[in-house]
């Protein structure tokens, strides 16, 4: 599997619209476009293998599922992770043989995003570092008190002038790398062999991330025992019964929409009894 300049620049086009604001907001840039889970299906498109897009997706999903920027504080750029952790992923499974369903997979496809995801922050302060120029431009236009001159500057701040920083943190380190990342994953081939220490080493540390994005989504949305129960109940279908995602994304529904019938009734206000029939009142017949 390699990846072509078209390949390449789309990827690269889809990595500016995941972070880019003025393209649809955040919620459908940053966190929707930007999730490995919805970019393993984007980039499996464009690299047609949408199976194995997706299943890398959800692998390196599982690692960021509860990850939060407060304050602005990114400990990993999913957007990197999804546009250039999700091909290099998939073009090193390929090469490696392995089986895009193990263990094995999963873990390099985790372990490979994470390693994206370090440089992936540092383009993503340069991209926020750059911005503070256009920025500085809108606070110029603003103190000079020129209406028309705000007109005109706060839309090229806003729409324009960002897309110069994301396409020289954005677009163009995901172009240049992913069309490297053949070189890359065949270097690796070579001198690092499959059943070598570092190779190991790797598969190992990827099998534990996920451990990590699950224990902080837990901390986050569990509350009392109650929730450890649901928890659990997925763990099992997972796990013990072999269910796959979809299969338990609908028993969940239908677990779901049981409790909302429950507390739907429950909810009612009581019927008020009528008044008790008295067997002397009654009419002999």
């Given at each position: 599997m390699t990846?072509?300049?078209?390949?390449?620049?789309?990827?690269?086009?889809?990595?500016?619209?995941?972070?880019?604001?003025?393209?649809?907001?955040?919620?459908?840039?940053?966190?929707?476009?930007?999730r490995p889970l919805v970019g393993g299906l984007i980039v499996g498109i464009i690299m047609g293998n949408v199976g194995l897009g997706i299943i890398v997706g959800a692998a390196i999903q599982v690692v960021y599922i509860a990850l939060v920027t407060p304050g602005g504080t990114v400990s990993a750029d999913v957007r990197a992770v999804t546009y250039i952790g999700i091909p290099l992923a998939m073009m090193g499974i390929t090469a490696q043989g392995l089986d895009p369903n193990s263990a094995a997979a999963a873990g390099y496809a985790a372990s490979i995003g994470s390693a994206v995801g370090t440089l992936g922050t540092v383009l993503f302060y340069g991209t926020q570092t750059m911005n503070l120029v256009w920025q500085g431009i809108g606070w110029k236009a603003m103190d000079a008190g020129n209406w028309g001159n705000i007109k005109k500057t706060l839309p090229l701040v806003d729409y324009v002038f960002p897309w110069i920083s994301h396409i020289l943190f954005s677009f163009l380190p995901t172009v240049v790398?992913?069309?490297?990342?053949?070189?890359?994953?065949?270097?690796?081939?070579?001198?690092?062999?499959?059943?070598?220490?570092?190779?190991?080493?790797?598969?190992?540390?990827?099998?534990?991330?996920?451990?990590?994005?699950?224990?902080?989504?837990?901390?986050?949305?569990?509350?009392?025992w109650q929730?450890?129960?649901?928890?659990?109940?997925?763990?099992?279908?997972?796990?013990?019964?072999?269910?796959?995602?979809?299969?338990?994304?609908?028993?969940?529904?239908?677990?779901?929409?049981?409790?909302?019938?429950?507390?739907?009734?429950?909810?009612?206000?009581?019927?008020a009894a009528g008044p008790a029939l008295d067997d002397d009142d009654e009419e002999d017949i």
């Open positions: 990846i072509n300049i078209v390949q390449a620049i789309f990827l690269g086009l889809f990595a500016c619209l995941a972070s880019l604001p003025g393209m649809g907001g955040t919620t459908i840039g940053n966190y929707t476009l930007g790398i992913c069309m490297a990342g053949p070189t890359m994953v065949d270097l690796m081939k070579e001198y690092l062999p499959m059943d070598g220490l570092f190779m190991k080493t790797l598969f190992t540390v990827g099998s534990l991330l996920p451990t990590v994005g699950i224990a902080i989504l837990c901390r986050q949305v569990i509350d009392g929730d450890w129960v649901t928890f659990i109940v997925g763990f099992m279908l997972a796990a013990v019964l072999g269910m796959n995602l979809i299969a338990s994304a609908i028993v969940a529904v239908f677990v779901a929409l049981i409790n909302f019938e429950i507390k739907t009734i429950a909810a009612r206000p009581a019927v």
